[in-house]
């Protein structure tokens, strides 16, 4: 997707936490002793995060691949323990990670100090096994050199397939030599990572916090290592059973079509852009006949570019439009001009839509969908999606491209990881009502089979409404308070104004 997408309690005293670090060592084994996962507690590079005495930090050393008794590599996953600001915090702590897959978490870090999480609890932030500072780290600067081999040289910037398919083979050669087994890089296994790392921080009880593709992932310790979870929260929840590449094309144009048909609801909107909808669709149809050019500066160095796109490019730009509920608010102006003829109204869309492609560990996010969903999803359905209007046959979208369904290897899971979660647990879902990546519906899915959870929806909001909407952070403290409640929702339900004039976002 472009997508899209805790702490041990540590005792404060320095002799309370020898004994912590002891025991640890003890139980959970070491490099040379009999234990299969153990912890090695370490600073982390200054470039990552600083030593401080707010942090703790270390590397949790698993088995690369579990289920495979052959394989006898381990992989060393960082984390860090920040500690809370307050005195008597509570004792169970947060565990986080971000989505992608293949997004990296411990930046977050830098800015603890204004995590209003850390006010009441500790937070650990784990990385997942392939990301950027795991070792071994997917991070493939040939894979993302070669998406964007087409910027400005072809059609909607496509990359060039032969560059991609070259990058690939290389890729999996390198790994080849290196002895890293692909098939050990799953939500499956990272779900086990998890639980090892709160059984050696000997944890009792800790909340889970995944967003986007990581609540799939807490959905899956949920399943797999309930034991020690008090609660968990998840922002745009991807479900196991989701076919994601068939369905996200469908979905982002029913989010356009709400958002146009919202928009007709504003007074100034409607006189503005009235009949935006049916405008659009010509624009999307003349694209076809005569792709339009958008003039761009690179996402990677700002260098000037030019992109010719046809109606899947124009897409492109509106998907990128719908992922940020900013996005949004800019997104009816933006397409009345370019309706117009102002097309460079749709060149920051552009650049994300684009951007997006890159910075990520792309070998982790490849061995994800390849090992897990692509092998349930049909590709007739993937490179032809059904239900879409004529102007849009060329619309596709995956989450990784199109190329890896030959170049890459592809695995042989088991049924059950396409097959929804069911649990007792608390668990907090909020849901935007705009979001293209992960819509309403597969929330209300997932909450109907969720006895305890509770669905919060957030009007007007796009994905990960935790990180937009100013009543979020009550919303969270108040569920890890007591997560048998559901939270007050206050104003999730008012939609703000979509209104947004082009005008203000030039202004510097």
């Known amino acids: 997707m472009p997508m899209v997408r805790a702490v041990d309690q540590l005792p404060r005293t320095a002799t309370q936490l020898l004994g912590l670090l002891l025991a640890t060592c003890l139980s959970a084994g070491s490099p040379g002793g009999s234990g299969t996962a153990w912890i090695e507690w370490s600073d982390l590079p200054n470039t990552l995060v600083e030593k401080?005495?707010?942090?703790?930090?270390?590397?949790?050393?698993?088995?690369?691949?579990?289920?495979?008794?052959?394989?006898?590599?381990?992989?060393?996953?960082?984390?860090?323990?920040?500690?809370?600001?307050?005195?008597?915090?509570?004792?169970?702590?947060?565990?986080?990670?971000?989505?992608?897959?293949?997004?990296?978490?411990?930046?977050?870090?830098?800015?603890?100090?204004?995590?209003?999480?850390?006010?009441?609890?500790?937070?650990?932030?784990?990385?997942?096994?392939?990301?950027?500072?795991?070792?071994?780290?997917?991070?493939?600067?040939?894979?993302?050199?070669?998406l964007r081999s087409g910027w400005g040289k072809r059609l909607n910037g496509d990359p060039d397939p032969k560059a991609v398919r070259k990058a690939m083979a290389s890729a999996l050669r390198d790994f080849r030599e290196q002895g890293v087994d692909l098939a050990g890089y799953t939500t499956k296994e990272s779900a086990a990572d998890i639980a090892d790392l709160r059984r050696l921080l000997e944890i009792p009880s800790w909340n889970l916090f995944g967003i986007s593709y990581s609540?799939?992932?807490?959905?899956?310790v949920l399943r797999?290592?309930?034991?020690?979870?008090?609660?968990?929260?998840?922002?745009?929840?991807l479900p196991l059973e989701a076919n994601w590449d068939e369905e996200a094309p469908a979905h982002i144009l029913e989010v356009l079509d709400r958002v146009l048909a919202v928009s007709q609801e504003d007074e100034f909107l409607h006189a503005r852009c009235p009949d935006l909808k049916q405008r659009v669709f010509r624009l999307l149809a003349a694209a076809n006949r005569k792709p339009v050019t958008v003039s761009i500066k690179s996402p990677m160095d700002q260098s000037p570019l030019a992109i010719r796109l046809d109606a899947a490019g124009i897409m492109n730009c509106?998907?990128?439009?719908?992922?940020?509920?900013?996005?949004?608010?800019?997104?009816?102006?933006?397409?009345?001009?370019?309706?117009?003829?102002?097309?460079?109204?749709?060149?920051?869309?552009?650049?994300?839509?684009?951007?997006?492609?890159?910075?990520?560990?792309?070998?982790?996010?490849?061995?994800?969908?390849?090992?897990?969903?692509?092998?349930?999803?049909?590709?007739?359905?993937?490179?032809?999606?059904?239900?879409l209007p004529p102007e849009l046959r060329r619309f596709v979208q995956?989450?990784?491209?199109?190329?890896?369904?030959?170049?890459?290897?592809?695995?042989?899971?088991?049924?059950?990881?396409?097959?929804p979660v069911r649990s007792l647990l608390p668990v907090l879902i909020l849901s935007g009502e705009f979001d293209p990546d992960t819509p309403v519906t597969w929330a209300r899915r997932t909450t109907a089979l969720?006895?305890?959870?509770?669905?919060?929806?957030?009007?007007?909001?796009?994905?990960?409404?935790?990180?937009?909407h100013p009543e979020s952070v009550r919303i969270l403290k108040a569920f890890l308070a007591d997560p048998s409640r559901r939270p007050d929702p206050g104003t999730i339900g008012v939609r703000p104004p979509l209104m947004h004039s082009l005008e203000q976002d030039q202004k510097p």
């Not at 930090?57 to 060393?76: A, D, F, K």
């Not at 307050?86 to 204004?114: K, M, N």
């Not at 609540?215 to 899956?220: D, I, N, P, Y």
């Not at 797999?224 to 929840?237: F, I, K, Q, T, W």
């Open 450 to 468: 969720l006895p305890n959870a509770h669905l919060l929806e957030f009007a007007g909001m796009s994905h990960l409404p935790s990180s937009s």
């Open 215 to 220: 609540t799939k992932l807490m959905l899956t």
């Open 224 to 237: 797999d290592h309930p034991e020690g979870v008090r609660s968990a929260l998840l922002d745009s929840v």
């Open 398 to 419: 995956t989450a990784v491209t199109p190329v890896a369904l030959k170049a890459w290897p592809r695995g042989r899971p088991d049924p059950a990881e396409n097959l």
């Open 318 to 387: 509106i998907y990128a439009g719908l992922e940020t509920a900013g996005g949004i608010r800019r997104l009816p102006l933006a397409l009345e001009a370019a309706c117009r003829g102002e097309m460079q109204a749709l060149g920051p869309f552009l650049e994300e839509y684009l951007g997006s492609s890159q910075g990520s560990a792309i070998g982790m996010r490849l061995a994800v969908w390849c090992n897990e969903e692509f092998p349930f999803e049909r590709a007739s359905r993937m490179l032809r999606p059904r239900g």
């Open 52 to 146: 401080s005495p707010d942090l703790k930090t270390g590397y949790l050393v698993v088995p690369e691949r579990r289920s495979h008794p052959g394989n006898h590599r381990m992989v060393r996953l960082p984390f860090i323990v920040m500690k809370s600001r307050s005195a008597s915090p509570q004792p169970d702590p947060i565990l986080f990670t971000v989505g992608g897959p293949g997004g990296s978490t411990l930046g977050i870090a830098r800015d603890r100090g204004r995590n209003p999480l850390l006010e009441e609890r500790d937070l650990i932030l784990f990385e997942q096994r392939g990301t950027r500072h795991a070792d071994p780290s997917l991070v493939i600067p040939a894979i993302d050199a070669a």
